[in-house]
């Protein structure tokens, strides 16, 4: 790799964030905080069985109530669909507690509510079916007449037609089996499908203008996506415009945003107003989308020096009542297991099943982190068969530059990234790997009843450079530019990275650029920050406009400085010089006159690159309560190059939340086998850690030459909470000294795992 | 004596036929009652502050007081708006976060441009609420150790995980207000 000029204006430098002024003030415009001119506000009643037929409806009453606009049912709703199966936006059936049974368009939200409770609805209660195992069983309920088992056909998606990997299937697993010095077989789960919860309640505003224009005002990350997803249901005839703002949070889950979108839609077009729909906490806590549900039933073949030679077995993918992207969650995820394990015999088969609960579908990690959740502890009961060092198996597996991998699309890559070891070594220097690793099932230290366990999880995925990104750069003839991108900010930064980077193609300061807000009128194709795509991809795009409008400016002005070859020149601060005699120089102003200079930039999908993160954790299990205190987290990556350090360090520390690490200590979204109802719908009973208990975290951040873009730098943020909960489950394992196999790892789990019983301190008795 | 009045007899709003409350600095005569500019009984302080007033900085998430995203103070101390009626807040002076800005110079307070220069935030969702939650605190203790600010943000929902950079940004003032 030639090596990089580190002469870098802006790339890698802290800078504040180009919104930081706004955030701080209170001044950021979230989408509840704009306005709007005869605003109405929707309402959406849900289903209280989960699983039923809506045999009368009763909407009378509710109508005539003063400042009610529209109440919509399946008897009058537009014929949307979306989805896999195709589900109806509203429809006869409902299948989970939570599901759309009307849509309330009204005045204000009191006289909204107030409406919900007058619709009397009779219903026709099915038995209906929560575990993913018993929804596949022969004459289980069934959620949809045409799919028999509940089982979803794998390999496509109804949007983009694409064809996504169903499997893993490579090699001879008998062969692998054969060389293999150890093989185990067992199962391990992560199925306690948590929620990602942004701050910020997913919601969408919508302005139908008959007969057939649509514009919403949506809070996610991902606007084109958004009209991507919604054109098919809606129909080609319709004209969708989508204006993106800030994003109060999303991890992925508010790409997931049609519903929501669609029920604000449709008021609208009933109403003729512009209607404002906003989950509360409840609804985004009981019908927004979870983490898709893991079991994985394996056999596992390892050779003494860690060679993983074969891998085989099934993985059951709960997706709740529908899906949406679980397709291709289990595409990435199976991709994302070959780049962690380097093994020659795979026989992997996954299905997805259908149950009465509320679906799953985007959030970080996205497949990936839920088959790594139940392939890294399989993985470990084989070392520890074998008496291996996990840093050392996982280091040594994880993909190298010649290797390569089946991705998301079952086409083979050849990988032509880096070898991440040095910083896995780095991490473990960091962390005292060598000298708190006491091998299999034992204690770090023990002091009474408090028991330390150390573990390690790996995670890597090459969505990095997954679809599409384009951007305009125009400099205008006031030397001032403007990048011209569907980008809004979620909170990476990403925006402000764009910036950066055009201002460090054309030498130019800050505050001569500005962006676009990412609103589909106006902007280019942007897929949006996904996978941690926006380095690469995203920033691959600004920076090929940068140097698009760069040249054609250079074009302009080559004459004027006796030249015909525009690589002569060079730029800075407005003013281009030639690179042979300085003094020979022009102002943009001066070039452009009354003329607008546009650079396109376009970024088309590779996979071949991978990023990587170590997470190194050491927790304190108290043998008395079952309680594990998280100790000390080191995250260890390689992104090439930094752009943006407070942004970076912030996106590992996101490593914690969103569904990430805390999913395997306390965070679940508990269901009620019995009723189908959630049973922590709110953010005192879904628990999330708070600012008094801060483990230490410690990013360790490697800066080798990438061969992604000029500034040979890839994201790494979407994977951050993904190494993490495999490695409390080991660490907790070898603190109590044995293997625990669900997460949460919860107090009651530990101590039933220790087999002390829980039931004489439960309730009292006289 | 109408249907509403009685409604707050034995109370201190008995007769009453409006509120007050001082908002940054500014002093709001709000009537009770239904319709555009009033105060309902029922409206919360977050519902009055953004949309009675226009004053949509305060962020409201989970609306019943488990998140801290609504983080106002009143008299002195952080309150969460959303589990507040706004007629229980009569004759109450409160700071938003549009509040905090030299009002006279525009500079921000060095809590807000510490946050920037530490950039102490992802979304920016949970953002006012935790300057705010931190504003109180450093009123009240204008040197706060790390574990006393990590105490006072503990009911500041942050799902990005920005709590290690906030809690920095608030030490970088601590001690300053001596």
Same mark, same amino acid.
């Given at each position: 790799?030639?090596?990089?000029?580190?002469?870098?204006?802006?790339?890698?430098?802290?800078?504040?964030?180009?919104?930081?002024?706004?955030?701080?003030?209170?001044?950021?415009?979230?989408?509840?905080?704009?306005?709007?001119?005869?605003?109405?506000?929707?309402?959406?009643?849900?289903?209280?069985?989960?699983?039923?037929?809506?045999?009368?409806?009763?909407?009378?009453?509710?109508?005539?109530?003063?400042?009610?606009?529209?109440?919509?049912?399946?008897?009058?709703?537009?014929?949307?669909?979306?989805?896999?199966?195709?589900?109806?936006?509203?429809?006869?059936?409902?299948?989970?507690?939570?599901?759309?049974?009307?849509?309330?368009?009204?005045?204000?939200?009191?006289?909204?509510?107030?409406?919900?409770?007058?619709?009397?609805?009779?219903?026709?209660?099915?038995?209906?079916?929560?575990?993913?195992?018993?929804?596949?069983?022969?004459?289980?309920?069934?959620?949809?007449?045409?799919?028999?088992?509940?089982?979803?056909?794998?390999?496509?998606?109804?949007?983009?037609?694409?064809?996504?990997?169903?499997?893993?299937?490579?090699?001879?697993?008998?062969?692998?089996?054969?060389?293999?010095?150890?093989?185990?077989?067992?199962?391990?789960?992560?199925?306690?499908?948590?929620?990602?919860?942004?701050?910020?309640?997913?919601?969408?505003?919508?302005?139908?203008?008959?007969?057939?224009?649509?514009?919403?005002?949506?809070?996610?990350?991902?606007?084109?996506?958004?009209?991507?997803?919604?054109?098919?249901?809606?129909?080609?005839?319709?004209?969708?415009?989508?204006?993106?703002?800030?994003?109060?949070?999303?991890?992925?889950?508010?790409?997931?945003?049609?519903?929501?979108?669609?029920?604000?839609?449709?008021?609208?077009?009933?109403?003729?107003?512009?209607?404002?729909?906003?989950?509360?906490?409840?609804?985004?806590?009981?019908?927004?989308?979870?983490?898709?549900?893991?079991?994985?039933? *394996?056999?596992? =073949?390892?050779?003494?020096? &860690?060679?993983?030679?074969? @891998?085989? #077995?099934?993985?059951? $993918? !709960?997706?709740?009542?529908?899906?949406?992207?679980?397709?291709?969650?289990?595409?990435?995820?199976?991709?994302?297991?070959?780049?962690?394990?380097?093994?020659?015999?795979?026989?992997?088969?996954?299905?997805?099943?259908?149950?009465?609960?509320?679906?799953?579908?985007?959030?970080?990690?996205?497949?990936?982190?839920?088959?790594?959740?139940?392939?890294?502890?399989?993985?470990?009961?084989?070392?520890?068969?074998?008496?291996?060092?996990?840093?050392?198996?996982?280091?040594?597996?994880?993909?190298?530059?010649?290797?390569?991998?089946?991705?998301?699309?079952?086409?083979?890559?050849?990988?032509?990234?880096?070898?991440?070891?040095?910083?896995?070594?780095?991490?473990?220097?960091?962390?005292?790997?060598?000298?708190?690793?006491?091998?299999?099932?034992?204690?770090? *230290?023990?002091? =009474?009843?408090?028991?330390? &366990?150390?573990?390690?999880? @790996?995670? #890597?995925?090459?969505? $990095? !450079?997954?679809?599409?990104?384009?951007?305009?750069?125009?400099?205008?003839?006031?030397?001032?530019?403007?990048?011209?991108?569907?980008?809004?900010?979620?909170?990476?930064?990403?925006?402000?990275?764009?910036?950066?980077?055009?201002?460090?193609?054309?030498?130019?300061?800050?505050?001569?650029?500005?962006?676009?807000?990412?609103?589909?009128?106006?902007?280019?194709?942007?897929?949006?920050?996904?996978?941690?795509?926006?380095?690469?991809?995203?920033?691959?795009?600004?920076?090929?406009?940068?140097?698009?409008?760069?040249?054609?400016?250079?074009?302009?002005?080559?004459?004027?400085?006796?030249?015909?070859?525009?690589?002569?020149?060079?730029?800075?601060?407005?003013?281009?010089?030639?690179?042979?005699?300085?003094?020979?120089?022009?102002?943009?102003?001066?070039?452009?006159?009354?003329?607008?200079?546009?650079?396109?930039?376009?970024?088309?999908?590779?996979?071949?690159?991978?990023?990587?993160?170590?997470?190194?954790?050491?927790?304190?299990?108290?043998?008395?309560?079952?309680?594990?205190?998280?100790?000390?987290?080191?995250?260890?990556?390689?992104?090439?190059?930094?752009?943006?350090?407070?942004?970076?360090?912030?996106?590992?520390?996101?490593?914690?939340?969103?569904?990430?690490?805390?999913?395997?200590?306390?965070?679940?979204?508990?269901?009620?086998?019995?009723?189908?109802?959630?049973?922590?719908?709110?953010?005192?009973?879904?628990?999330?850690?708070?600012?008094?208990?801060?483990?230490?975290?410690?990013?360790?951040?490697?800066?080798?030459?990438?061969?992604?873009?000029?500034?040979?730098?890839?994201?790494?943020?979407?994977?951050?909470?993904?190494?993490?909960?495999?490695?409390?489950?080991?660490?907790?394992?070898?603190?109590?000294?044995?293997?625990?196999?669900?997460?949460?790892?919860?107090?009651?789990?530990?101590?039933?795992?220790?087999?002390?019983?829980?039931?004489?301190?439960?309730?009292?008795?006289? | 004596?109408?249907?509403?009045?009685?409604?707050?007899?034995?109370?201190?709003?008995?007769?009453?036929?409006?509120?007050?409350?001082?908002?940054?600095?500014?002093?709001?005569?709000?009537?009770?009652?239904?319709?555009?500019?009033?105060?309902?009984?029922?409206?919360?302080?977050?519902?009055?502050?953004?949309?009675?007033?226009?004053?949509?900085?305060?962020?409201?998430?989970?609306?019943?007081?488990?998140?801290?995203?609504?983080?106002?103070?009143?008299?002195?101390?952080?309150?969460?708006?959303?589990?507040?009626?706004?007629?229980?807040?009569?004759?109450?002076?409160?700071?938003?976060?549009?509040?905090?800005?030299?009002?006279?110079?525009?500079?921000?307070?060095?809590?807000?441009?510490?946050?920037?220069?530490?950039?102490?935030?992802?979304?920016?969702?949970?953002?006012?609420?935790?300057?705010?939650?931190?504003?109180?605190?450093?009123?009240?203790?204008?040197?706060?150790?790390?574990?006393?600010?990590?105490?006072?943000?503990?009911?500041?929902?942050?799902?990005?995980?920005?709590?290690?950079?906030?809690?920095?940004?608030?030490?970088?003032?601590?001690?300053?207000?001596?």
């Amino acid at each position: 790799m030639k090596s990089v000029a580190e002469n870098y204006r802006y790339i890698g430098k802290a800078m504040p964030r180009m919104d930081g002024q706004e955030i701080v003030t209170g001044k950021t415009a979230f989408l509840d905080d704009l306005k709007f001119h005869n605003l109405l506000i929707g309402k959406v009643l849900r289903s209280p069985h989960p699983h039923a037929m809506i045999k009368r409806i009763d909407t009378s009453k509710a109508e005539q109530l003063k400042g009610v606009k529209a109440i919509i049912t399946h008897e009058t709703a537009p014929d949307w669909k979306g989805g896999l199966p195709p589900i109806r936006l509203l429809d006869r059936k409902v299948r989970y507690v939570g599901d759309v049974v009307a849509l309330i368009a009204a005045e204000t939200e009191r006289i909204a509510d107030q409406a919900k409770r007058l619709i009397n609805v009779e219903y026709e209660i099915l038995p209906a079916v929560f575990d993913d195992y018993e929804a596949m069983k022969p004459g289980a309920i069934q959620l949809y007449d045409d799919l028999p088992g509940n089982i979803l056909p794998l390999g496509s998606d109804e949007i983009s037609g694409a064809t996504w990997a169903t499997e893993i299937v490579t090699g001879d697993v008998e062969k692998g089996f054969a060389e293999a010095d150890a093989i185990i077989e067992g199962g391990f789960a992560y199925d306690n499908i948590p929620n990602p919860i942004s701050i910020e309640s997913p919601a969408a505003v919508a302005l139908w203008e008959e007969p057939d224009k649509v514009t919403l005002w949506v809070s996610n990350h991902k606007v084109w996506n958004n009209k991507r997803l919604l054109s098919p249901i809606f129909g080609d005839k319709v004209q969708i415009r989508i204006i993106g703002g800030a994003c109060g949070g999303s991890y992925g889950a508010k790409a997931m945003s049609w519903q929501v979108q669609c029920y604000a839609a449709a008021l609208s077009k009933a109403t003729g107003q512009p209607v404002k729909v906003i989950f509360s906490k409840e609804e985004q806590l009981g019908c927004f989308i979870l983490r898709p549900a893991t079991r994985l039933n *394996a056999k596992v =073949g390892m050779q003494k020096d &860690g060679t993983v030679t074969a @891998v085989a #077995g099934s993985w059951l $993918v !709960g997706t709740g009542y529908y899906s949406r992207t679980t397709q291709i969650q289990i595409a990435v995820g199976c991709g994302e297991a070959m780049i962690a394990v380097r093994c020659n015999n795979w026989n992997v088969k996954p299905s997805i099943v259908c149950t009465n609960r509320n679906a799953s579908g985007i959030v970080r990690g996205f497949g990936g982190q839920e088959l790594k959740c139940a392939l890294i502890p399989l993985l470990s009961l084989a070392m520890e068969k074998l008496s291996l060092d996990p840093f050392e198996v996982l280091k040594k597996n994880f993909v190298k530059p010649g290797d390569g991998y089946f991705w998301r699309n079952a086409a083979w890559y050849n990988y032509r990234g880096i070898d991440y070891s040095r910083a896995m070594d780095e991490g473990a220097k960091t962390f005292g790997w060598k000298e708190k690793w006491k091998g299999w099932l034992k204690p770090t *230290a023990v002091e =009474g009843t408090k028991h330390i &366990g150390v573990g390690v999880g @790996v995670h #890597g995925n090459a969505d $990095v !450079g997954e679809d599409m990104s384009e951007a305009y750069v125009r400099i205008d003839n006031d030397g001032r530019v403007v990048v011209i991108s569907g980008l809004t900010e979620h909170g990476t930064g990403q925006r402000s990275n764009v910036v950066k980077a055009v201002a460090e193609v054309l030498q130019l300061p800050l505050e001569f650029i500005s962006i676009t807000p990412g609103d589909t009128l106006v902007t280019p194709v942007e897929w949006g920050p996904a996978g941690s795509r926006g380095t690469y991809a995203i920033l691959g795009a600004a920076i090929s406009a940068a140097d698009d409008a760069k040249k054609k400016l250079f074009q302009l002005a080559a004459p004027m400085l006796g030249t015909d070859n525009f690589e002569d020149l060079e730029t800075a601060d407005g003013i281009i010089w030639l690179k042979s005699d300085p003094e020979k120089r022009i102002d943009w102003k001066k070039v452009l006159k009354f003329r607008t200079v546009i650079g396109h930039g376009r970024f088309d999908e590779d996979f071949s690159l991978s990023n990587c993160m170590m997470s190194f954790v050491e927790l304190q299990v108290d043998t008395e309560t079952g309680k594990i205190d998280l100790l000390r987290v080191v995250n260890a990556t390689d992104v090439g190059k930094v752009i943006d350090p407070h942004g970076l360090e912030g996106q590992l520390n996101g490593c914690l939340g969103s569904a990430g690490i805390d999913s395997a200590i306390f965070e679940e979204t508990i269901l009620d086998p019995t009723t189908g109802c959630i049973l922590n719908t709110n953010l005192i009973d879904y628990k999330w850690r708070t600012s008094a208990e801060l483990p230490v975290i410690e990013n360790v951040v490697l800066e080798t030459p990438i061969d992604s873009h000029r500034f040979h730098a890839l994201g790494i943020g979407e994977i951050s909470t993904s190494p993490g909960p495999s490695a409390v489950l080991m660490a907790a394992s070898n603190a109590i000294g044995q293997w625990l196999h669900e997460y949460p790892v919860t107090p009651e789990r530990v101590l039933k795992t220790l087999g002390k019983s829980m039931e004489k301190k439960q309730g009292g008795s006289l | 004596m109408t249907r509403q009045e009685k409604k707050f007899s034995g109370s201190a709003l008995e007769g009453k036929h409006h509120i007050n409350l001082t908002v940054n600095g500014q002093l709001y005569e709000l009537a009770i009652g239904t319709g555009a500019g009033k105060v309902n009984p029922s409206d919360t302080l977050s519902f009055t502050l953004r949309e009675t007033l226009g004053l949509t900085g305060t962020k409201v998430s989970c609306d019943s007081g488990a998140c801290g995203g609504c983080t106002v103070i009143m008299d002195g101390r952080a309150v969460l708006s959303c589990m507040l009626l706004s007629i229980e807040c009569d004759e109450k002076e409160i700071t938003t976060i549009e509040g905090l800005k030299n009002p006279k110079t525009g500079e921000l307070d060095p809590l807000q441009q510490s946050f920037i220069d530490h950039t102490a935030f992802q979304c920016g969702f949970c953002t006012p609420g935790m300057i705010m939650s931190s504003k109180a605190l450093l009123n009240d203790n204008p040197s706060p150790t790390e574990e006393e600010v990590k105490e006072a943000l503990s009911g500041n929902f942050c799902r990005c995980i920005s709590h290690y950079q906030i809690v920095r940004a608030v030490m970088a003032v601590s001690g300053k207000g001596k």
